[in-house]
């Protein structure tokens, strides 16, 4: 089986949009790194990745974010799958992805995605991500790291007008299947 590099182009914060590409189902464990809202829009219209996430039914479902009153009012809604915290270093990320056996992350964390490309540690649990990234640096050492965590890239959506900002998506794949570039 040939895997081809779709691209794309993302104009809309709404989740079901611009995280499509990484559904999840009811044997998934989901670290959101970066849940809390964009704007006061998504946030009145309750249009968040754990509404997003939530409503797929996985297994389970950690959101991460440092914004203190959108952590405060996804527990109230949502239940006790939150934590407030800041992304600060690669053993942290590691820490929640082992403790909870993680299969997907979402990360949309504003450059703190670095964090994540620094883990050094092979994680057998992981199957899928969709990470946001913030410059050219950051974009290639998230490319890497996917690489070193035997996924392949599948997908790069383009986030909007701004040319350094994009969604990589990846995945595992059958142990049969070949990636194609399409390029």
């Given at each position: 089986m040939d895997?081809?590099?779709?691209?794309g182009r993302v104009c809309d914060e709404n989740p079901s949009i611009h995280w499509a590409h990484?559904?999840?189902d009811n044997q998934s464990r989901v670290l959101d790194l970066g849940c809390a809202f964009w704007d006061e829009p998504l946030r009145a219209d309750r249009l968040g990745t754990p509404y997003f996430y939530l409503g797929q039914d996985p297994?389970?479902?950690l959101g991460i974010d440092q914004n203190e009153s959108d952590i405060a009012l996804l527990t109230k809604e949502l239940g006790d799958h939150f934590l407030q915290q800041s992304i600060a270093s690669p053993a942290q990320i590691c820490d929640w992805i082992t403790a909870h056996s993680i299969t997907h992350i979402?990360?949309?964390?504003?450059?703190?995605e670095e964090n994540l490309a620094a883990i050094e540690t092979l994680l057998p649990s992981l199957q899928a991500v969709a990470i946001e990234t913030h410059g050219d640096a950051t974009h290639r050492k998230i490319c890497d790291w996917i690489s070193r965590q035997c996924m392949t890239i599948y997908r790069i959506d383009q986030q909007g007008d701004c040319p350094d900002v994009f969604i990589v998506y990846a995945k595992k794949l059958p142990a049969k299947a070949t990636l194609?570039?399409?390029?």
């Open positions: 895997i081809k590099i779709e691209r990484m559904p999840v297994a389970f479902y979402k990360s949309d964390i504003e450059g703190a194609t570039t399409g390029f």
